[in-house]
């Protein structure tokens, strides 16, 4: 599969260049091990290029155009990802090494972002305001300039689509710093924003390393909002940054999240959920379900029939389209693999194995259920970002509730149980910012507000609260007599 554009350039002000060094970077097939293509090595002078453009869109077209096209150039934007879906999907399951179903779904989903925030661009609405006599006054939304997006290399179609979506669409102009192990959709959407008539400077991508072009972006002084999904280590230094130069930052850092399964849960319901939501995209997700709580009663029946569907799945090369690819790097396996090395082989209570043929230098990771663990433990405590859940027992729901929210993050939450009432009352006290009430994921919900609490971060993300996180209030008091 070959880009229909040239993956080693940076896009900036509507144009394809070189980056200011002339460096690249490998791109590795996790599927394989092997270099497939090189990427700019992006640095400062190319973020300051990169805000310049934005800067000069803002003063240009795209500043004064209404919110009605901005949203119409993001609904053609929607109808050329669907387009270009298998090139999209091919591109990112060579690129990240995710099946290639599941980088379908998020082709789906980026077009779907584009979608919302193109429907949602003139909606958003300031308010008037009573008061005293003698005056009207009114707020404005307004876009906070240009915004600096730092994306993950895990769901990239679907971060950008949340967040270069909710941003687009509200007015502001864009520099997005993909992962570098990630880049290749990244710049795919910026053409395809270039073809649906976006200005040039509204969106601009420079790859590059998280500590030269990340850090740059992070810093730069006329980036006047920072949004940000990765890691706590990163987020707190992107939080400095931010910090530094007054800007507000959105934080998406991950967790740990539990699922509560009582013992009067549909557990045929429940298991493909239970599975999935640790499994998926190899574990490498924000809101993997990796903590799975159940009531002691129905312990070994949900770890017997956990071990079957475990032993079940398919791990195979990303393109083979199995239920499990390799992990996205050498990297991020060896960091699987030190959790791994914490357990002992009593506490392994599944493990599927590794078939015969996989490529020598892929990155493959057998999926496993870890149990027989105190709640403290590293391991559920600790995002691994692998394909790798515990299961621990809990007595009754205040024990359910002691344990769930007993990590330093707090990102989704879900409860399987028959009991309205229990439902209820546990969702209030749960810490996470989204809860699933014998469901988990909500199958994505473009429209559902997303973020976390402690560790996972702040802000939200999606849905309408988007808007509002990527606009700034404005309040006029005007004196009439
Ligand atoms: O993350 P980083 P990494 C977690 C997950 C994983 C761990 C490490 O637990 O094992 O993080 O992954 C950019 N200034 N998540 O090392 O470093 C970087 O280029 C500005 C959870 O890949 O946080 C990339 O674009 N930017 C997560 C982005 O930050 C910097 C998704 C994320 O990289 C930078 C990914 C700097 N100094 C990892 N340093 C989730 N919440 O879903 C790096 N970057």
Redesign the pocket.
């Known amino acids: 599969m070959t880009p229909w554009f040239d993956p080693t350039l940076i896009f900036i002000g509507g144009a394809w260049r070189p980056c200011a060094s002339g460096e690249t970077l490998p791109v590795t097939d996790p599927s394989t091990g092997v270099e497939m293509a090189r990427i700019a090595r992006g640095g400062a002078l190319d973020i300051d290029d990169a805000v310049a453009a934005a800067e000069a869109a803002l003063a240009g077209d795209w500043g004064v155009m209404s919110a009605a096209e901005r949203g119409r150039i993001l609904l053609r934007l929607s109808h050329l990802v669907l387009n270009h879906a298998d090139q999209l999907a091919e591109m990112e399951a060579r690129d990240v090494g995710k099946p290639l179903k599941q980088a379908h779904n998020d082709v789906i989903a980026l077009a779907r972002y584009c979608e919302f925030y193109g429907g949602a661009a003139d909606k958003l609405t300031g308010e008037t305001i009573p008061f005293n006599a003698g005056f009207t006054v009114y707020t404005l939304r307004e876009p906070h300039g240009v915004t600096g997006h730092?994306?993950?290399?895990?769901y990239p179609m679907q971060i950008i689509g949340r967040s270069i979506g909710a941003a687009l669409a509200t007015g502001n102009a864009c520099v997005l710093?993909?992962?570098?192990e990630a880049c290749l959709t990244a710049l795919a959407f910026a053409d395809l924003a270039h073809q649906a008539g976006l200005p040039a400077g509204a969106l601009n991508v420079v790859p590059g390393?998280?500590?030269e072009a990340?850090?740059a972006?992070?810093a730069h002084p006329a980036v006047r909002h920072l949004s940000?999904?990765?890691?706590v280590a990163?987020?707190r230094?992107?939080q400095i940054a931010a910090a530094e130069n007054i800007v507000p930052v959105t934080l998406?850092?991950?967790g740990k999240s539990p699922q509560l399964v009582f013992a009067d849960a549909d557990l045929d319901k429940a298991l493909p959920f239970l599975v999935n939501g640790g499994i998926q995209n190899a574990g490498q997700t924000?809101s993997a379900g990796s903590r799975i709580l159940v009531q002691r009663e129905i312990h070994d029946t949900l770890a017997a029939r956990m071990a079957e569907a475990i032993g079940a799945l398919r791990i195979a090369p990303a393109m083979d389209d199995a239920d499990i690819g390799p992990l996205v790097s050498a990297r991020?396996k060896g960091?699987v693999e030190r959790f791994l090395a914490q357990a002992s082989p009593d506490q392994i209570l599944a493990q599927a194995p590794l078939p015969d043929g996989l490529p020598e230098g892929g990155n493959y990771i057998p999926p496993t259920l870890i149990g027989h663990i105190p709640p403290d433990h590293a391991l559920a405590q600790d995002?691994i970002?692998g394909p790798v859940q515990v299961l621990i027992p809990f007595e009754d729901e205040e024990d359910a509730i002691r344990i769930a929210n007993g990590t330093k993050y707090g990102l989704v939450a879900s409860i399987w149980s028959a009991d309205g009432g229990r439902q209820m009352r546990l969702a209030k006290r749960l810490h996470a910012g989204q809860v699933f009430l014998n469901n988990y994921g909500a199958a994505g919900g473009v429209e559902l507000p997303f973020g976390g609490v402690g560790h996972s971060g702040h802000g939200r993300e999606k849905g309408f609260e988007a808007l509002y996180a990527f606009t700034t209030l404005k309040t006029v008091a005007a004196h009439h007599g």
């Open positions: 730092i994306i993950p290399w895990n710093k993909p992962a570098e390393l998280g500590a990340g850090a972006l992070t940000f999904t990765g890691s990163t987020g230094r992107v998406e850092l991950g924000c991020q960091i995002e970002f």
